[in-house]
């Protein structure tokens, strides 16, 4: 868990081992190269799932759906989970990052797996079912109902690209989120190169 804690200022409580740490930075390690170069949108999509694994209050917003033996042991292990946001969660999470660029175009339609039409629910069905991206398989309930045994978790989340988090130096460049350019009062260059 100190791996956590350093990333979060040493003082955050966590509920995970360093084997469940190794797992949760394999999976992200598949989007981080898409995402971390704005940190607004990497501490987004970082604590989600960082709640998801580590949080010790897991049980007030998460449900374990399946769960598997492990062979030669009487432990159960869980394999799919429900887990409930806030629709203000949701949003934000989404916005923070839908004018990310990565290769030259916006970052989340490579995780929605469409050019089109990514939304806030896509985003998330899709880091729930695409075992690729997500540690586990994950049904998130967006909205503000609770229900009789979980609560929508509502996180700390930034709304923009041109925004900090606590645990960076620096804001989203141009070059990675055009609209912090505008916010920065600089104007986006549309090529990056210079000629002689």
């Known amino acids: 868990s ?3 804690n350093a990333e979060y200022g040493g003082n955050m409580p966590v509920c995970c081992d360093g084997a469940q740490l190794g797992n949760l930075a394999s999976h992200m390690s598949q ?4 995402l971390e170069e704005c940190s607004s949108c990497w501490y987004n999509f970082r604590t989600i799932f960082c709640q998801q694994i580590c949080s010790p209050d897991q049980s007030t917003f998460m449900r374990v759906l399946e769960q598997f033996k492990i062979e030669g042991d009487d432990a159960s292990v869980a394999r799919s989970f429900q887990v409930s946001l806030t629709k203000e ?16 175009r916006d ?5 929605c797996s469409s050019s089109t039409h990514c939304n806030h629910d896509r985003l998330l069905k899709e880091l729930g079912n695409n075992a690729s991206m997500a540690p586990y398989l994950t049904e998130f309930l967006v909205g503000n109902a609770r229900d009789s045994v979980i609560t929508p978790l509502q996180a ?13 130096d620096e804001a989203c460049s ?22 002689e």
Request: some cysteine; proline content about 5%; hydrophobic content about 45%.
């Open 2 to 4: 100190s791996g956590i």
């Open 31 to 34: 989007v981080a190269f898409l």
């Open 89 to 104: 969660y949701a949003v934000k999470l989404f916005d923070s990052c839908k004018e990310v660029q990565a290769f030259g």
């Open 107 to 111: 970052a989340l339609p490579l995780i």
């Open 156 to 168: 700390d989340v930034l709304s923009h690209c041109w925004e900090v988090p606590e645990d960076a």
């Open 174 to 195: 141009c070059e990675d989120c055009w609209v912090a350019c505008f916010e920065k009062g600089k104007t986006p260059s549309l090529f990056s190169f210079e000629f």
